[in-house]
């Protein structure tokens, strides 16, 4: 699952960051407004913790812009305001949650995790497809009930590919989803690649219902068997 936390203040965005990339997170960061506002035009997140007092602009704005551009982005407004105002305008401009700093790591911890199952997995704890199961809080998958090992990439790749069962995956897409702002350091997709390839092969010899499917040149779809 990929996260951006908007916070100005950088050793409680590095403290945030550590703690989500602890609990196997995609994690990048942004300190004000502009650099902001480019990374959530630019790219889809899972989850974003938005400060509403940045330098440079509003966090309000953001949320306005999120909404603009219709973007299924889920929100967490992390705000030292504690103004009930404060908190129906952030909820008004389509937040998902609101949480007063200072606050405990692991509540906020609790939060994201509980904001991503609720909308993309329907409040569910597990996710079944064909003969596979996947724990998205504990990160496991079993096929038949034997358990699947994967790498964190392979976990993450499969779990975003479910999420879209049915739908063709862009490799850009994947990539940017699965890798973030690291894509940016790679000529062409052999990461991917290799990651797909791995994957692939571990699902059919372990006879998983389901497949990841190869369309040239575009990207991959999920499909059962």
């Not at 305001?81 to 389509?94: E, P, T, V, Y």
């Not at 993450?156 to 490799?171: E, S």
């Not at 850009?172 to 092969?201: C, P």
């Amino acid at each position: 699952m990929k996260i951006l936390i908007i916070e100005d203040e950088k050793e409680l965005s590095e403290v945030i960051r550590q703690s989500l990339e602890m609990e196997a997170f995609l994690v990048e960061t942004a300190g004000d407004y502009r650099s902001a506002l480019d990374k959530i035009i630019s790219f889809d997140y899972d989850c974003i913790l938005l400060d509403i007092m940045l330098p440079g602009g509003s966090g309000l704005n953001l949320l306005q812009e999120l909404k603009s551009m219709e973007k299924s982005d889920n929100v967490i407004i992390i705000s030292a305001k504690d103004s009930l105002d404060d908190k129906l305008a952030g909820l008004n401009l389509g937040a998902d949650d609101y949480l007063t700093k200072p606050f405990h790591i692991a509540e906020l911890t609790a939060r994201v995790k509980s904001v991503l199952r609720r909308k993309s997995f329907q409040g569910k704890n597990l996710i079944e497809i064909a003969n596979l199961k996947l724990e998205p809080d504990e990160r496991t998958v079993s096929i038949d009930g034997n358990t699947l090992a994967l790498n964190r990439k392979e976990f993450d790749i499969l779990m975003y590919m479910i999420l879209n069962k049915n739908r063709l995956v862009n490799k850009t897409s994947l990539a940017e989803h699965v890798w973030g702002d690291y894509m940016d350091d790679s000529d062409d997709y052999e990461f991917i690649y290799s990651q797909i390839k791995n994957l692939r092969k571990k699902l059919k010899e372990n006879s998983a219902g389901i497949e990841i499917q190869a369309v040239y040149g575009i990207g991959y779809k999920l499909a059962q068997l």
